[in-house]
């Protein structure tokens, strides 16, 4: 299975990016598909995870209102459209595949994960 994701960029604050990311390979379930990032000298945390199936979406605190996902069964594609970015949404974002059913919050939760795009947001 792998996990492409695109979109990061530099922004200034209160900009605005979309990040994609596309599933292939083998035959999967897919019960989450979800969005983490690592900023420089954190640990990696939860942003948002969607239910493949029901499509209900998890969201961090804080970032509901800022930050949309959504997803494409077709495409094996989530996004994450992010909105008045801030200076402290810099990091790099993580897509992920969770293959069997778990808390999806979590990040030993997942199965697969994707290379990383980079998102910088200046002031």
């Known amino acids: 299975v792998q996990l492409q994701a695109s979109g990061g960029g530099l922004v200034q604050e209160g900009g605005s990016l979309r990040l994609s990311c596309a599933a292939s390979g083998r035959r999967f379930s897919t019960y989450y598909m979800a969005w983490f990032r690592q900023a420089p000298g954190k640990e990696r945390e939860f942003v948002t995870a969607v239910n493949w199936s029901s499509g209900f979406i998890y969201y961090a605190d804080g970032l509901k209102g800022r930050f949309t996902a959504s997803r494409d069964n077709a495409k094996n594609t989530v996004y994450l459209q992010m909105n008045g970015l801030k200076t402290e949404d810099t990091a790099v974002y993580y897509c992920?595949?969770?293959?069997?059913?778990?808390?999806?919050?979590?990040?030993?939760?997942?199965?697969?994960w994707g290379q990383g795009t980079q998102v910088t947001v200046s002031s």
């Open positions: 992920a595949v969770q293959t069997a059913p778990r808390i999806p919050t979590l990040l030993s939760a997942y199965d697969y």
